[in-house]
Each structure stands twice: as C-alpha cells, then as structure tokens.
Nanobody
Framework: VQLVESGGGLVQPGGSLRLSCAAS????????MAWFRQAPGKEREFVAA???????HYADSVKGRFAIARDNTKNTVYLQMNSLKPEDTAVYYC?????????????????WGQGTQVTVSS
C-alpha cells in the first residue's frame, strides 16, 4: 500500500503547479482521495478531497484556485494549483481512505504519502 506524490517545486506568485499522487497496493477506485498541506510551524490542514463518485470538496482558502481530479485508469489523483500565493507554501500530502464519509479531517485517512514541497516565492 503506497502513495507517491510528485510535481512540487518553486514557483513565483501567480504561477501554477500540478501535483500528482500515484497509488498502489489497493483498489484505488473505491477510495476517497484527498490533499492536505503543512506549513512550517503549523498543523496539517485540509486542501481538497474527491469522493469515489467524483464529488469534490475544497477548503475555503483554495476554492476557485485549486482543482482536484482523479484518473481511476491510472490510479492517480491530481491537484491543479493556479494563482498561487506565498501562503500556499507548504509540504503537500496525498491521503486515502476506504470510508466513503472521509472528508476534511486528518484522522479520516489511513494511508498517507511522504509529501512534496511547494514553495511560492519571487
């Protein structure tokens, strides 16, 4: 059972990045997938989630700028991040859980990736 994130990096304010999370070892299509982030000195916070139905949920801080999507044929979940701000700087983590009610709470998720660093700076 594994989640591997990729796509992080350094980007200027107003720029875009797309994160990917490749899943293996479980039936991806049956799992709720989510992205969380953790900035230095802060707690891990919810960013976005996508249900098995394709329904999505976003934190208010990223609504209208970020988009989560899943490709069940590739066992991959994506996070498209646009109009990035310095306050988006954090380590971004991918998470998964089989509970269909999993949503915005850290403890909802049983599988976690190792994280990928996103830095927004000029």
């Amino acid at each position: 059972v594994q989640l591997v994130e990729s796509g992080g990096g350094l980007v200027q304010p107003g720029g875009s990045l797309r994160l990917s999370c490749a899943a293996s070892g479980f039936t991806f299509s049956r799992y709720v997938m989510a992205w969380f982030r953790q900035a230095p000195g802060k707690e891990r916070e919810f960013v976005a989630a996508i249900k098995t139905s394709g329904n999505t949920h976003y934190a208010d801080s990223v609504k209208g700028r970020f988009a989560i999507a899943r490709d069940n044929t590739k066992n991959t979940v994506y996070l498209q991040m646009n109009s990035l701000k310095p306050e988006d700087t954090a380590v971004y983590y991918c998470a998964a859980d089989q509970n269909r009610y999993a949503d915005a709470i850290f403890s909802d998720y049983s599988i976690w990736g190792q994280g990928t660093q996103v830095t927004v700076s000029s």
